[in-house]
């Protein structure tokens, strides 16, 4: 900040960048930043396999459209043009109970 204040004061080309207002982090901050980030990244990875059900087969797409009733996929496609596309295991902590 002081070297921006001192060019602005010199009145050099970089002088304009002094009066913005925004003090951006040297490198030594942004270093160390970004290797607190990693960690904090690193101790969030999920774990490969969360439960004996995720190995289980998932039923076809037909037979669980098929439990739907007509009436509300009738009102689906209305309102949202939803279409089912595919069969997909969601992790429990996504779902509310």
């Known amino acids: 900040m002081e070297e921006r204040l001192a060019a602005l004061s010199a009145g ?4 304009g960048r002094a009066g913005d207002g925004d003090e951006w982090p040297d490198a030594g901050e942004e270093s160390a930043y ?8 690193a101790a969030q990875a ?23 009733p007509a ?12 279409k089912f596309t595919g069969v997909r295991r969601m992790p429990p902590e996504t779902t509310r109970s």
């Open 34 to 41: 970004l290797s607190e980030a990693g960690g904090r990244a």
């Open 71 to 82: 009436n509300i996929r009738a009102v689906l496609d209305d309102l949202f043009r939803a």
């Open 12 to 15: 050099t080309a970089d002088a």
């Open 46 to 68: 999920l774990p490969a396999e969360r439960t004996p059900a995720a190995q289980e087969k998932l039923p076809a797409l037909d037979d669980l459209v098929a439990r739907v």
